[in-house]
């Protein structure tokens, strides 16, 4: 079936540092994909989009990257920081409402 | 309000019975959207509603659940006689007519013991 996974379930890095977190997707006509921040205790955070018409977007420190040949998508943070310690998931739509979310992977950011 | 507001955020209820849960969604929002995640793993659809039409109830994982949205606001999601596997974190969102991203509420934590 449908499926959007994460290539990593976990992510440490350094203050300053850059981080990547990669996921893949199984759906090939998904035309809209999202990243999301998750903080403990907290309802998922909108981070940046992307759709499939587009094979790169920058936000404010981060950069989605969309690779539809090998349906994989990515999320750049620039200079990580503290407060960027979170779960971020990926999720994709192909047309319609509904959304599907993968995993998760879980970035820890090292003072 | 400015945010989407869930009640309770924390709910312990007995095997058996029956919880309700309550969603605020943002004020003009037209859809409304339930999820559910169990710790440590993704978000699984339950249900959406859009405006006045028929809710897509395709998510829901039995008879036990269902939903209602009233005045094409607040949602309630009941879960009859419960049990410990309905353990989770239910979150509602909500977004604008066409728009593809949600803005979430903090969920709402069950423990069924």
């Known amino acids: 079936g449908e499926s959007v996974g994460l290539h990593l379930p976990t992510l440490s890095v350094q203050e300053g540092d850059n981080s990547i977190i990669n996921c893949a997707y199984s759906n090939s006509a998904s035309d809209y994909f999202i990243w999301y921040k998750q903080e403990s205790g907290k309802g998922p955070q909108f981070i940046i989009d992307?759709?499939?018409?587009?094979d790169k977007r920058q936000g404010q420190r981060v950069t989605v990257l969309l690779n539809k040949t090998v349906k994989h998508l990515s999320l750049q943070i620039a200079a990580t920081q503290p407060g960027d310690s979170a779960v971020y998931f990926c999720?994709?739509?192909?047309?319609?409402?509904?959304?599907?979310f993968g995993a998760g992977t879980r970035l820890f950011v090292k003072a | 309000g400015a945010g989407v507001s869930q009640s309770p955020s924390n709910k312990v209820t007995e095997k058996g019975k029956d919880v309700e849960l309550r969603c605020d969604p943002i004020?003009?929002?037209?859809?409304l959207y339930w999820y559910r995640q169990s710790l440590g793993q993704g978000l699984e659809f339950l249900i959406y509603f859009q405006g006045n039409s028929a809710p897509d109830k395709s998510g829901l994982p039995s008879d036990r659940f269902s939903a209602e949205r009233t005045g094409g606001s607040v949602s309630t999601l009941t879960i009859q006689r419960t049990q410990q596997e309905d353990s989770a974190v239910y979150l509602c969102?909500?977004?604008?007519?066409?728009?593809?991203?949600?803005?979430f509420g903090s969920g709402t934590r069950l423990t069924v013991v």
């Open positions: 999720a994709e739509r192909a047309g319609g409402f509904k959304t599907i």
């Open positions: 969102a909500s977004s604008r007519a066409g728009a593809y991203g949600y803005t």
């Open positions: 992307i759709r499939s018409n587009m």
């Open positions: 004020s003009g929002h037209t859809a």
